[in-house]
């Protein structure tokens, strides 16, 4: 267990009149909280909390019993356990007085919902179901719900269901209702017991303040929230009849604006964190929504990546339009006033992970330490003046499936070219490369569909990486500006807080005095540019070819690897 803090680079004097909000970012692996000033974003000091139970993807820790493919479960005490020490950790860093903190602010990955009780218990938490897979947090990535939400997808293209175009015409198996249906079938007993389905980023608030507020970004983009209207009983029942209710029944609650306050801190959180009870807890948000104010990217047409262990693309919009493949659009979901528009690809930095992980040999993982590297820094040092193409590779990023702009997590993995000579880092590099053509294919489906990509702005950890932000320059053609702050998303929930708290008006003003970018920090290369636009053309017929039904070998080979499990 890692509870790491970290020290602002100079956070300037601790003035007496100072006051400080807290933002915390509950990522797939652990939970990081910063200490951000008021007044300018300043942050002072951050720590984070790995959860216990890290990501429960084959195997369920309380019974040590395996979990089939594609499952990814989570804890959610691990996520109070973030409250209880990266705060205070924080806050002790960055030496301020915790009287001086105003309010606090979270943010989370999503769709990751779990089933509780009326007054929000966990149902893993009650002993009777304790070994039952389907009481945890379904993470993001959980994709073993893809048969659900292809019986979605299906049944509201029959029926005309107006909401389907605000999905780019496809729901995700990665969202609430597709999750949900799959909890009823698979465990019926557990569905009727649980009272609410909510999402992770709504409970831990309901943790700080007792008391369910449903943030209006999730509800939106992944609770099917359009226009004030979730989708109706009889297309539910057309789904499952036991279904029907799932959205009167399971979902709706009352909605909260982002930059709201979803109430105060109560007692025993102020116990927990060591913060003052009493101070504002801004309404939940997505990790990668919460983002665009601290990246000063809220303007239509600044597309900002959050990229790391997967890629979240938002960007608002005053014109309201369908993209295709897109994971939404909801009228105020990333500020009010404008359309937010959401797309993303479901793996990059765990492909890069995977590899590193499971196919480089011990050999480079020895020469990285002899260097004093991580083995990320060496392979990248090793291939990044290679002339593009010199590996003779293409590769498809789907080793996760695929978010945007297909919609499919049956798709899988293609390295393409490999030859008895071809190196580790070559793969590396062409995994690289698969994830700037996966942006590229999602940004000429927006420039397409009128909601025209002006800016591309880079937050997440993947920005560590010069080499990979030249590619994504080169790729896209397209100056690469990059967020001026480690902990984007902690910024972005701490911009939220402030606001909540009454110290600005809006998220807007607010992300005007605390946001920090550098502009064009990276700027494509003609040359590489110009050989990037031969290797994107193969992809691109990879792409088609095995993603839109040419060659359905991908799903055939899923539904093998599933029976063999079965069996
Ligand atoms: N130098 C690097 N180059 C490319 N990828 C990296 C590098 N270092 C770490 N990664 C990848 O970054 C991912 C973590 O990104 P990060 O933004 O820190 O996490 P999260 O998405 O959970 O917030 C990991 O999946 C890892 O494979
Ligand atoms: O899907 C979303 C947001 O819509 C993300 O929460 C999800 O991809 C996880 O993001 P991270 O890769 O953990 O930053």
Redesign the pocket.
């Known amino acids: 267990m890692d509870e790491g803090v970290a020290m602002a680079g100079e956070p300037g004097t601790i003035g007496p009149n100072d006051r400080y909000v807290i933002g915390i970012d509950y990522?797939?692996l652990s939970g990081r909280a910063v200490v951000v000033r008021v007044s300018d974003g300043a942050e002072l000091a951050s720590a984070t909390h790995d959860y216990p139970h890290a990501v429960m993807d084959t195997v369920l820790a309380s019974t040590g019993r395996a979990l089939p493919p594609e499952w990814a479960l989570q804890v959610p005490s691990d996520y109070v356990e973030v409250l209880k020490t990266a705060v205070p950790a924080a806050v002790a860093a960055a030496g301020i007085d915790p009287a001086a903190v105003i309010g606090i602010g979270t943010d989370?990955?999503?769709?990751?919902p779990l089933p509780v009780l009326a007054d929000g218990t966990p149902l893993n938490e009650l002993a009777e179901y304790a070994d039952r897979p389907h009481a945890y947090v379904k993470l993001?990535?959980h994709h073993a719900a893809q048969g659900q939400a292809d019986r979605i997808n299906r049944v509201a293209a029959e029926r005309n269901e107006t909401w389907l175009p605000r999905y780019g015409g496809l729901i995700s198996s990665?969202w609430e209702f597709a999750k949900g249906l799959q909890l009823l079938e698979e465990d019926p007993g557990l569905y009727e017991r649980m009272d609410h389905w909510v999402e992770a980023a709504d409970w831990i608030v309901w943790q700080l303040t007792g008391s369910y507020v449903r943030n209006a970004c999730t509800a939106g983009?992944?609770g099917i929230l359009q226009d004030g209207e979730y989708p109706s009983r009889e297309f539910l029942a057309a789904l499952n009849p036991a279904f029907a209710g799932f959205a009167d029944d399971k979902v709706a609650h009352e909605i909260g604006q982002l930059g709201d306050a979803a109430g105060t801190l109560s007692a025993q959180a102020a116990a927990w964190t060591g913060l003052p009870a009493g101070i504002a807890v801004s309404v939940g948000n997505?990790?990668?929504?919460v983002t665009a104010p601290a990246a000063q990217a809220v303007e239509p047409g600044q597309m900002l990546a959050?990229m790391?262990?997967?890629?979240?693309h938002v960007m608002n919009s005053d014109v309201l339009t369908e993209v295709p493949g897109m994971?939404g659009v909801v009228d105020g979901g990333i500020v009010s006033g404008l359309y937010g528009y959401?797309a993303?690809q479901?793996g990059?930095?765990?492909i890069f992970a995977w590899y590193v992980n499971n196919q480089v040999p011990g050999s480079y993982v020895e020469a990285a330490a002899q260097r004093g590297i991580g083995i990320h820094e060496h392979l990248t040092d090793l291939v990044k003046d290679q002339p593009v193409g010199g590996h003779g590779l293409v590769a498809l990023d789907w080793q996760s499936g695929n978010?945007s702009v297909l919609v499919d997590h049956e798709l899988s993995g293609v390295v393409l070219g490999t030859t008895l000579t071809t190196r580790p880092e070559e793969i590396y590099r062409a995994l690289f490369e698969a994830t700037a053509f996966g942006t590229r294919t999602i940004v000429e489906t927006f420039n397409a569909s009128g909601v025209p990509v002006t800016e591309f702005i880079v937050a997440?950890g993947l920005k560590r990486n010069p080499f990979l932000m030249q590619v994504y320059s080169d790729v896209l053609r397209m100056p690469i500006s990059i967020i001026a702050s480690e902990q984007g998303?902690a910024l972005g929930s701490a911009i939220h807080a402030a606001v909540a708290a009454g110290a600005y008006p809006d998220v807007l003003t607010a992300g005007r005095a605390m946001g920090k970018v550098d502009r064009a920090v990276y700027v494509p290369n003609t040359e590489a540019a110009d050989a990037y636009d031969r290797l994107y053309a193969e992809y691109a017929t990879l792409h088609d070819y095995f993603g839109r039904g040419a060659n359905e070998v991908m799903h055939r080979l899923k539904a093998m690897k599933r029976e063999a499990a079965a069996a």
């Open positions: 990522g797939t989370f990955t999503a769709s990751t993001w990535k990665e983009y992944k997505v990790d990668a929504h959050i790391g262990t997967s890629t979240c994971c959401e993303g479901s990059v930095g765990d978010r997440g998303p």
